[in-house]
């Protein structure tokens, strides 16, 4: 799976964004795809995800902010950033997760996009 991100840039703290992500195949055949995020001198941390069946997850600091969609038609699963804040600064990366059997998975990732919030 090949995944594509687009979106991202600068916009200031309360301001939004807009993330996708194409993937190479139907998003309906990926059981798990989201975004991850990476700041500067901080580890790769989860942002979103949603699973094939559409079940959203998010990390604790980004609910209520931030929503994840998918459109099967578009192989696409897009991120909306609503009031941004500083700390939401990072490049951020889409990845996907497709289970090939009952006990092996393969992780697939995306080229970051940077998000820089200025206060």
């Known amino acids: 799976v090949q995944l594509q991100a687009y979106g991202g840039g600068l916009v200031q703290a309360g301001g939004s964004l807009e993330l996708s992500c194409v993937a190479s195949?139907?998003?309906?055949?990926?059981?798990?795809i989201g975004w991850y995020r990476q700041a500067p001198g901080k580890q790769r941390e989860l942002v979103a995800t949603?699973?094939?069946?559409?079940?959203?997850f998010y990390e604790d600091s980004v609910k209520g902010r931030f929503t994840i969609s998918g459109d099967g038609p578009k192989n696409t699963v897009s991120l909306q950033m609503n009031n941004l804040k500083p700390e939401d600064t990072a490049v951020y990366y889409c990845?996907?997760?497709?289970?090939?059997?009952?006990?092996?998975?393969?992780?697939?990732w995306g080229q970051g996009t940077q998000v820089t919030v200025s206060s």
């Open positions: 990845r996907a997760e497709r289970l090939l059997s009952p006990t092996e998975f393969r992780v697939y």
């Open positions: 195949k139907s998003i309906l055949d990926i059981n798990v």
């Open positions: 949603i699973t094939s069946g559409g079940e959203p």
